[in-house]
């Protein structure tokens, strides 16, 4: 049995291209693993498929409506499932996680309608079980994503304008100064070719987190 795999968050606001760069990053990491793949890439998100993961998306999706500090719960509640269900078991075989969002989307998107403390109070069980060991932030600015999104997507979300995404990325800002002493967090350009974007990335990856062991 490897030893358990790595666990690589990816964060930003909508629009901002974090699921392409995860996608790259699960190739590269498939890629490298040896033949044998002891280790596999599993790719996750949040919210995820449980009970509390599906009203989740009834929420963001404005099909759902709750107080906020149900909603904040909730987003919660579902990475309680998610850990449990999908993520501590896949590390557990030694396979490497790729996580689309996780507590640090709760801090920036349900503050500061909910205080951080709170917030913080909500997470931690998730935060006590599992940090990860790199959170990738793909830094787009609101106006940009905002762009992308109108262009790609006919329904509109809870957060969908360009001051509320402002808003949220300030949040994500202060989570991350917030706790920068116990979260590794990688604050990457998004803005210009993806694949560029991806091997900047690559580069600081190898270089603080990935060992041979890794690519058992
Ligand atoms: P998103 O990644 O946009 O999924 P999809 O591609 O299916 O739209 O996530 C859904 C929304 O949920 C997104 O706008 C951010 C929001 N969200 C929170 O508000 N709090 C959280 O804790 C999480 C994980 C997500």
Known sequence: ?????????????????????????????ASMCRPARVRKVFITREPSDSVPGLICRGISKKTIFVNRETEALLF??????????????????????????????????????????????YNAAPMELLRADM??????PPEECERRRAAERATEEKWDNVERAKGIREQYMAAFERLRETETVLVVNGMGDPKDIFESCWVKLNRMLLSEEDYR
Not at 5 to 24: A, H
Not at 76 to 99: I, K, M, S
Not at 135 to 140: A, G, H, L, N, Y
Request: with cysteine; hydrophobic share 35%.
């Open 135 to 140: 959170t990738i932030f793909i830094d787009v």
């Open 1 to 29: 049995m490897p030893n358990s795999g790595k666990f690589i968050v990816f964060e930003g606001l909508d629009g901002c291209g974090k699921t392409t760069q995860l996608e790259f990053l699960r190739e590269r990491l």
């Open 76 to 121: 919660a509640a579902d990475r309680c499932e998610h850990l449990q269900n999908e993520v501590l078991p896949q590390l557990g075989r030694g396979n490497h996680v790729l996580c689309d969002r996780y507590y640090f989307s709760n801090f920036a998107y349900q503050s500061p309608e909910t205080p951080m403390d709170t917030l913080l109070q």
